[in-house]
């Protein structure tokens, strides 16, 4: 079986991991089929270091005649489009004749367009569980973003004592913490919560810098720095801490996706983009979860206190 999988138009790494989900489960639904990923971005490649699907396809110079063309070519048995903006996509999709076609959107008028269109308003939940819904809804299952899992071997269980930073904030600074509030955080867990058997620190590119102020221990407890760790090696993480605690970035999403224990920090990037709308499609609330938004007043993510932080770990350490 050949499946084409049209992607949402977003290059960001974070954005990337949230459809990692949607194809652990499609493997499982068709664990033979041969999946094509569809993007605009090559960034999409990323989904390539696991083993979830087969190629991807860049069509981002593509005239609408063109990826119609391309579609019909490519002789799919099946296309899942998680594109829901782009008109251009549904109707390229309603012309190549696939014989099974899903997607969804909040456009009723693109029922038209598949064999099976699932009404979804964007916004309404969080993203992971968006692009599952379409599959659960064609599949008649209850698929959820901790499918992750099925990504690494779990067979020898992992000790669960390790606290887990995560600093970065790609999309700019109104998104990090600051360096020295993660430390002062992590020395006033450590403690007062000396159980901890690592403190283990997540940097990309744009915190590679931070390697020189981060010390050997911390009350201590050994630090360990993980440089831009493998999807894999970030599961394995996130399933081996007691507690994390990160910004809203890219690798954030797999530790809220496997819903372990986690407090996020958001920044609020004007007055007229509150945390608090990004936070309805971008931040998964499960039961260990805790998101920490800065003052009314100073709107600035770095008026976030570091008591205030340290003070809420330590319950959920403690619950």
């Known amino acids: 079986m050949k499946i084409a999988v049209f992607v949402p138009s977003r290059p960001h790494f974070g954005n990337i991991l949230t459809q990692l989900p949607f194809f652990c489960a499609l493997k499982t639904e068709y664990p033979n089929a041969k999946i094509e990923v569809w993007s605009k971005f090559e960034q999409s490649k990323i989904l390539l270091t696991v083993d979830t699907i087969s190629s991807v396809i860049n069509y ?4 609408f005649f063109h990826l119609v063309n391309e579609l019909k070519a490519s002789k799919y048995d099946a296309v899942y489009n998680l594109y829901s903006g782009s008109d251009k996509v549904h109707a390229a999709i309603k012309l190549s004749n696939i014989k ?26 969080y993203i992971a569980n968006s692009h ?3 599959l659960n809804a064609v599949r008649g299952k209850n698929y959820t973003p901790n499918i992750i899992k099925s990504l690494i071997d779990t067979s020898i269980p992992k000790e669960s004592l390790g606290l887990t930073l995560l600093p970065g904030g790609g999309a700019g600074d109104y998104k990090r913490w600051a360096l020295k509030h993660y430390l002062a955080t992590a020395e006033q867990i450590a ?7 690592v403190i283990n620190w997540v940097l ?7 390697e020189e102020s981060i010390p050997s221990t911390i009350s201590n407890i050994p630090t360990k720095i993980h440089h831009s760790p493998t999807i894999s090696s970030l599961i394995e993480l996130a399933l081996s801490s ?6 809203d970035c890219g690798p954030t999403h797999i530790f809220q996706m496997l819903t372990v224990p986690l407090i996020t920090l ?27 938004a800065p003052n009314e007043v100073d709107k600035c993510i770095n008026s976030i206190t570091v008591d205030k932080v340290s003070s809420l770990a330590l319950a959920q350490l403690r619950r």
């Open 60 to 63: 981002k110079k593509f005239s």
């Open 100 to 125: 099974q076609s899903f997607g969804h959107s909040s456009n009723t008028l693109h029922k038209y367009c598949y064999q099976h269109h699932l009404h979804i308003n964007k916004g309404f939940q």
């Open 132 to 134: 599952l819904s379409l």
């Open 191 to 197: 403690i007062h919560y000396p159980e901890l058997s």
């Open 204 to 210: 990309g590119p744009d915190e590679k810098h931070y």
């Open 242 to 247: 007691k507690l994390s605690i990160a910004n």
């Open 266 to 292: 958001w920044g609020w990037k004007s007055q007229e983009a509150s945390p608090y709308n990004t936070m309805s499609e971008w931040f998964y609330s499960h039961e260990n979860s805790w998101a920490i």
